[in-house]
């Protein structure tokens, strides 16, 4: 995608190196936008700068973790300071399911951990940055949550409330500042291929094929396919959407459970081993 439906704006986005992160920064920058962009990591922040720089975008890096609140304070100074006050786009995308394990077998600490990673910080940065917005009168918030909010999931009950937590808050949020011309939105996705969780992970030991039978559009994700989402909501085509939570998972959320026959003839929501 390249084009100019965001040219002229400062958009955010935090863990913005690599993974779904890296590919939504990267493609703010091919619509227009110069990209704040935080990352814990300095491979992954210089890397994904580089890359936007060659293709002729603006990128400004901030490092540090994000679960860190002096991180945040510099990130909303920079973000305020690049172009004076103005900021129409954040996307809090940091997020994830480690530690995990059977819930009866977690720690107090665990749950803390999760709580900064996944939520605490999604907090912190909007409350930081969204007054410049509702200054203005414009701006677009779109948090990454998980698929893992909707449904169970064994092993990580946790992960999966506090990102029910982002859903909630997003449509709360969206709600309250809706007349103040800000937009709150959240994208889910499920099985994209990145550090945090590789293809080549979740194939291990088993047939490339199967991936046809798991996911109604036959394949796994791609950070991209997240990050197009995350640009629609972003810019102006989205100007009526407010408050929800898109599912981009290739199908999982309406399968429910629904696998492809291991012949293909038909569907079953009770898979046999081949
Ligand atoms: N990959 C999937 O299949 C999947 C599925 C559902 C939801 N998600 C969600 O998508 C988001 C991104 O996941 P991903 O798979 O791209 O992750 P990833 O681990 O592959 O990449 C995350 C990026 O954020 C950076 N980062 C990590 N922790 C950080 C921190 N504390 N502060 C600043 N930067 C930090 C990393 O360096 C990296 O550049 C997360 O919220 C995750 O829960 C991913």
Redesign the pocket.
Known sequence: MSDDALEGRIAIV??????????ISRRLAAAGATVVI????AD??AG?VADIEHSGGRAVPVP?????AS?VARLTEVALAVADGRVEVLVN?????RPNGRFLKTSEDEWHQLY???LE?VFRVTRALAPAMVERGTGSIVN?????AFRGIPANAV?SAF?AGVNAFTKSLAVELGREGVRVNAV??????????PAAAMLRGRDPDMVRHWLPLGR??R?DD?ADVVVFLAGDAARFVTGTVIPVDGGTTAASGWYLRHDGRGWTNLPDSP
Do not use: K, M
């Open positions: 935090t863990g913005g190196g690599a993974g779904i992160g890296g590919a935080n990352d814990v990591d992954h922040l994904a540090g973790d994000i679960r860190d991180v995308n940091v997020g994830d399911y900064a990673l996944n910080h990454v949550s998980t698929v893992e992960y990102n889910a996705p499920d099985l994209t291929d990145t550090l945090q969780t796994f994700g950070p997240i």
